[in-house]
């Protein structure tokens, strides 16, 4: 490329890698010479050189959930503006699963990671976290990187939904929680009960199924608590994917 475009191999390497060093003359004779020789660079040889890729790392529980496909969709869309690419990995929720996909990440070198991972304990997370500096936590707070967590108060949320109903009039309300052990569902069903201790009404187990938190299994949960006689007058759910089914 330097010898077709008739300039040193340092400013060959000056334009690719967008230097201001780089004339606008020397910009389009090197950019001429790759084009005519189809020369692209090597993004695995560069990656090892800089010890770094232009990559994003995503760790989710399950793509194919609605709730991390929209997760999936706006780190991609900020990955694209920053001239990065995004690379996903999946956990199912699974400590081993997690890990895998964390550290299989990390290995391809990626700038960064943005992780949703609830089943790592704390003290093997804080040794990826340390690992790797540029790793965030989504939907978990992990003592000592708080300024690298973003979690959202589940027990809140859920607690509002059912106060909601509540004011509404309504003193039978059932709930389809999550089968998943995960924090997430413990904190909300706590929600669900503070809700109902706060307004005097005794909380119920026979009004509280379980099932997977999609619409398949809302449908599922919904179904068990009907077949334990329609003493309720509303139900509160764990997500919108388990309300809809």
């Known amino acids: ?16 890698n967008n230097s201001p060093k780089a004339s606008e003359a020397s910009r389009l004779a090197v950019h001429s010479a790759m084009e005519s020789l ?3 660079p090597n993004a695995n040889a560069r990656a090892l050189a800089q010890q770094t890729t232009e990559t994003v790392g995503l ?3 399950d793509v194919s959930d609605p709730f991390f496909g929209a997760m999936v ?7 694209y503006h920053t001239g990065n690419f995004l690379l996903i990995g999946n956990g199912y929720h699974n400590e081993q699963k997690e890990r895998q996909a964390i550290e299989q990440l ?3 070198r990626c700038a960064a990671l943005v992780v949703h991972a609830k089943m790592i304990p704390d003290a093997d997370l804080a040794s ?10 989504i939907n978990r707070i992990l003592p000592g990187f708080e300024n690298r967590c973003i979690a959202l108060d589940d027990r809140y949320g859920a607690w ?19 089968n998943h052990s995960i924090s997430d569902a413990e904190d909300r069903l706590q929600g669900y009960y503070d809700a109902l201790a706060e307004s005097g009404i005794a909380a119920n187990d026979r009004l509280v199924t379980f099932g ?3 619409e398949s299994g809302g449908e599922q949960a919904m179904t068990e608590l009907l077949g334990r006689g329609r003493n309720f007058t509303a139900v509160a759910c764990y997500n919108d994917s388990m309300a809809a089914g």
Do not use: F, N
């Open 73 to 79: 969709k706006a780190v991609e869309q900020v990955a």
């Open 128 to 137: 990826l976290m340390k690992q790797m500096p540029g790793m965030v936590l």
């Open 212 to 214: 997977e938190p999609d």
């Open 160 to 178: 509002l939904a059912t106060r909601h109903l509540i004011q509404q009039g309504h003193t039978r309300i059932g709930y389809l929680c999550s």
């Open 59 to 61: 760790v989710v529980g």
């Open 1 to 16: 490329v330097a010898r077709l475009a008739g300039v040193s191999v340092a400013t060959v390497s000056r334009v690719i």
């Open 38 to 40: 189809s020369y692209h």
């Open 106 to 108: 990390i290995r391809h």
